[in-house]
């Protein structure tokens, strides 16, 4: 049951987004990232197992801070986004929770 799971987490995020993250930067406006789920599949184990997460997960999610919030609206990912599991996750990276 937890490899179907994982199968169609997969797949979801595989098919709603392109797979690199952009960062454009305006002159004399701030950096704004364009918000690809896909590249928070590197935080997945940590979040799904409750461990400690990569430096390239702690990375992506910094990167893609901005985009949580748009995350939690989404049904499929908000069980993800708000678990007790991926709070850790953003504790353990230094990143506060964000208050939508």
């Keep these: ?30 950096e704004k990232v364009a918000c690809i789920v896909t590249d928070l599949r590197v935080c ?6 409750g461990s400690q997460p990569s430096m390239q997960c702690c990375g992506k999610l910094k990167e893609q801070y901005s985009c949580l919030c748009g995350y ?3 049904p499929s990912f ?3 986004v708000s678990s007790g599991k991926a709070q850790k996750v953003l504790t353990a990276c230094g990143i506060p929770i964000p208050k939508c």
């Design 72 to 74: 939690l609206k989404i």
């Design 1 to 30: 049951m937890k490899f179907i799971t994982l199968v169609f987490i997969a797949f979801v995020l595989s098919s709603l987004a392109p797979t690199k993250a952009v960062v454009v930067k305006v002159e004399g406006e701030e």
């Design 44 to 49: 997945m184990p940590a979040v799904q197992a």
């Design 78 to 80: 908000s069980q993800y």
